[in-house]
């Protein structure tokens, strides 16, 4: 039997996952607050639902994809939510960032009403997204792990059951550990070559095959070094994972001084307009400090 899916959220990452889920033949029904996001995707051939209650009436699973953990407790488990409509022996699927303790509470819910939830956070940003190539690290239970692979594997390369409801998110916080840490040490070590008269082009390319070498140093090298800060992943969505990631820390009495740096840096990011700009554009920042930009004075 084919599986009815839901998908609210119709973002940058949304829209081109429920597009892959609408290409392998799934019947679809989507909601997002943007309009045009939907209307798109009617235009494809998903039906549109009026309400997170409605999509969940007319769906075996529903995917979410939304920015933040308040989101997708409105979503789930608000009034006119998905909980509201949702049948015994359907499946919850969220994908977006959020807080652990939040996937738990949503996969309790479902599970008190006969149904059953799985975290599956997402990595690979917007390119993985279009290309079907996502990360996918799930939190839940093995016989509904097994359920959703069909569509993880529509959607991503990736896919991993790690572990009990929440896992996928804590495997997602120690993914945007990495990922936060490597871009600050990114952008250190370009703006320092750079105002030292280095082609920062150069510095990237010579770094990259060595032990230096990362995804981020090659995508997110290129973006600082290219000026291309146009989202991508935003600053304000990364700043929104740390406070994940430092929420959860302190939960757990684990001290995280870097990510700590990090997410301040951030918020000054954030204060000075650049929250809706790619994660990349961290470098920005340490540009102001050091009076200098790079790709300013090349060799
Ligand atoms: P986005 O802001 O582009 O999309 C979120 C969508 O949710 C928007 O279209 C918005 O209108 C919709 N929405 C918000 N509240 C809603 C509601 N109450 N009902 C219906 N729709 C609602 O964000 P995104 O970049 O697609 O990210 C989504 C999630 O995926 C976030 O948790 C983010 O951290 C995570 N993520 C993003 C990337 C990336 O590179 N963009 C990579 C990995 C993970």
Same mark, same amino acid.
């Given at each position: 039997?084919?599986? &009815?899916?839901?998908?609210?959220? !119709?973002?940058?990452?949304g829209?081109?996952?429920?597009q892959h +889920?609408?290409?392998?033949?799934?019947? +679809?029904?989507?909601?997002?607050?943007?309009k045009?996001?939907?209307?798109?995707?009617?235009? /494809?051939?998903? =039906?549109?639902?009026?309400?997170p209650?409605?999509?969940?009436?007319?769906?075996?699973? #529903? $995917?979410t994809?939304l920015p933040?953990?308040p989101?997708?407790?409105?979503?789930?488990?608000?009034?006119?939510?998905? +909980?509201?409509? +949702? %049948?015994?022996g359907?499946?919850v $699927?969220?994908?977006?960032?959020?807080?652990?303790?939040?996937? %738990? =509470?949503?996969?309790?819910?479902? %599970?008190?009403?006969? /149904?059953?939830?799985?975290?599956?956070? $997402?990595?690979?940003g917007?390119?993985? /997204?279009q290309?079907a190539?996502?990360?996918i690290?799930?939190?839940?239970?093995?016989?509904?792990?097994?359920r @959703?692979?069909?569509?993880?594997?529509?959607?991503?390369?990736?896919?991993?059951l #790690?572990g009990?409801?929440?896992?996928?998110?804590?495997?997602?916080?120690?993914?945007?550990i990495?990922?936060?840490?490597?871009?600050? @040490?990114?952008?250190?070590a370009?703006l320092?070559a750079?105002?030292?008269?280095?082609?920062?082009?150069k510095? &990237?390319?010579?770094l990259?095959?060595?032990? /230096?070498?990362? =995804?981020i140093?090659e995508?997110?090298?290129? &973006?600082?070094?290219? &000026?291309?800060f146009?989202?991508?992943?935003?600053?304000?969505?990364?700043r929104?994972?740390?406070?994940?990631?430092?929420?959860?820390a =302190?939960?757990?009495?684990?001290? !995280?001084? $870097?990510?700590?740096?990090?997410?301040?840096?951030?918020?000054?990011?954030?204060?000075?307009?650049?929250?809706?700009?790619?994660?990349?554009?961290?470098?920005? !920042?340490?540009e102001? !400090?050091?009076?200098?930009?790079?790709?300013?004075?090349?060799?």
């Open positions: 039997m084919t599986e &009815r899916i839901g998908f609210i959220g !119709l973002g940058i990452m829209k081109p996952m429920s +889920l609408l290409n392998a033949g799934f019947p +679809l029904t989507v909601l997002d607050l943007n045009s996001a939907v209307d798109e995707l009617v235009a /494809a051939g998903a =039906r549109a639902g009026t309400s209650k409605d999509v969940a009436a007319q769906s075996d699973i #529903v $995917v994809m933040d953990s989101q997708v407790e409105e979503v789930i488990l608000g009034k006119e939510g998905v +909980l509201e409509g +949702l %049948r015994a359907a499946l $699927v969220d994908m977006s960032t959020i807080l652990p303790s939040v996937a %738990r =509470r949503v996969a309790q819910a479902a %599970r008190a009403q006969g /149904a059953d939830a799985l975290d599956a956070p $997402v990595s690979g917007q390119v993985g /997204a290309n190539t996502l990360t690290m799930v939190g839940g239970a093995q016989a509904a792990f097994d @959703a692979k069909p569509i993880f594997e529509k959607m991503g390369k990736n896919i991993t #790690v009990e409801a929440g896992a996928g998110q804590i495997t997602k916080a120690a993914n945007q990495i990922v936060a840490g490597t871009i600050a @040490a990114v952008s250190e370009l320092l750079a105002k030292a008269g280095a082609d920062p082009a510095v &990237r390319a010579a990259m095959g060595g032990f /230096a070498s990362s =995804r140093l995508l997110h090298g290129d &973006r600082m070094i290219q &000026r291309t146009a989202p991508g992943f935003k600053i304000k969505l990364h929104k994972d740390l406070n994940i990631i430092l929420n959860t =302190r939960e757990l009495g684990v001290a !995280l001084p $870097v990510s700590a740096n990090i997410t301040e840096m951030m918020n000054g990011l954030i204060a000075n307009g650049s929250g809706d700009l790619d994660h990349s554009a961290f470098v920005t !920042l340490l102001k !400090l050091a009076n200098f930009e790079i790709g300013a004075k090349q060799m």
